[in-house]
């Protein structure tokens, strides 16, 4: 019988207590993918400039794409105790909502850990540039609800 994981476990310190980067080498590679989300809540006005591809700065949301898949390529350098991960796939994709935007990002590789940071980075990193995009046109803007979706892991 399999061993249950206890969720009080701290993974990331070793037997002295001090940060460690997690040993996955034992680990046989799987299939792994997360969904990530959040949401930039934005005026009505930034809205349909967006929506008009009129925001001074470019396309909106073609930028904040590129910026969010970038950035999951990039989660090693940025979370410190994160593993560099052989990224098969990152997507991100936006809905615009009446008082905002959603923003869900996924993230996919064939590799010994999950890529929930990678995903939730690129959601991250959309909605700061999205942000950065707009706050000549909107002081009021609030990225909220960041969080990850889902984490499956199928075998190879």
Known sequence: MAKAKNPAVLTHLDESGQASMVDVSAKASSLRVAVAEGRILLGKKTLALIRKNEIQKGDVLSV?????????????????????????????????????????????????????????????????????????????????????????????
Not at 74 to 85: G, M, R, S, Y
Not at 114 to 141: F, H, P, W
């Open 64 to 156: 904040a794409r590129i910026a969010g898949i970038q950035a999951a390529k990039q989660t090693q350098a940025l979370i410190p105790l994160c593993h560099q991960v052989p990224l098969s796939k990152v997507s991100v994709d936006f809905a615009i909502e009446p008082a905002g935007i959603l923003i869900q990002s996924a993230a996919k590789t064939v590799s010994q850990t999950g890529v929930e940071m990678e995903a939730l980075t690129a959601a991250s990193i959309a909605a700061l540039t999205i942000y950065d995009m707009c706050k000549a046109v909107d002081k009021d803007m609030r990225i909220t609800d960041m969080r990850l979706v889902s984490k499956t892991k199928f075998a190879v």
